[in-house]
Nanobody, 123 residues
Framework: QVQLVESGGGLVQAGGSLRLSCAAS????????LGWFRQAPGKEREFVAR????????NYADAVKGRFTISREFAKKTMYLQMNSLKPEDTAVYYC????????????????WGKGTLVTVSS
């Protein structure tokens, strides 16, 4: 199985930046997609960004395009989410996620979840 551990959450002022990390253990196959979802208070979990492990092709939710950047390092089996120009509406628990294929994650069919890390953006 794949285990995912997020880190980097915290409190930041609106307009500030934060970088989240997701460290993976276990076997990461080339076809996997890794990504981020978030869940704000009173809302359902929503897709934020994903990256194909092999190709590096990325996809972003409209709400974060131009502000967030997803990346990964093969050697460290680690994925990052660089969040810039943060807004109060970005406040949520952010979850690292992995799917067997990019197509699966595009369908929100997530195979592995991290425990989540809280990001709070103050006004």
């Amino acid at each position: 199985q794949v285990q995912l551990v997020e880190s980097g959450g915290g409190l930041v002022q609106a307009g500030g930046s934060l970088r989240l990390s997701c460290a993976a253990s276990g076997r990461i196959f080339s076809t996997y997609a890794l990504g981020w979802f978030r869940q704000a208070p009173g809302k359902e979990r929503e897709f934020v960004a994903r990256i194909s492990w092999n190709s590096g092709v990325t996809n972003y939710a409209d709400a974060v395009k131009g502000r967030f950047t997803i990346s990964r390092e093969f050697a460290k089996k680690t994925m990052y989410l660089q969040m810039n120009s943060l807004k109060p509406e970005d406040t949520a628990v952010y979850y690292c996620a992995a799917s067997d294929t990019a197509q699966a994650m595009a369908r929100y069919a997530v195979d592995y979840w991290g425990k989540g890390t809280l990001v709070t953006v103050s006004s």
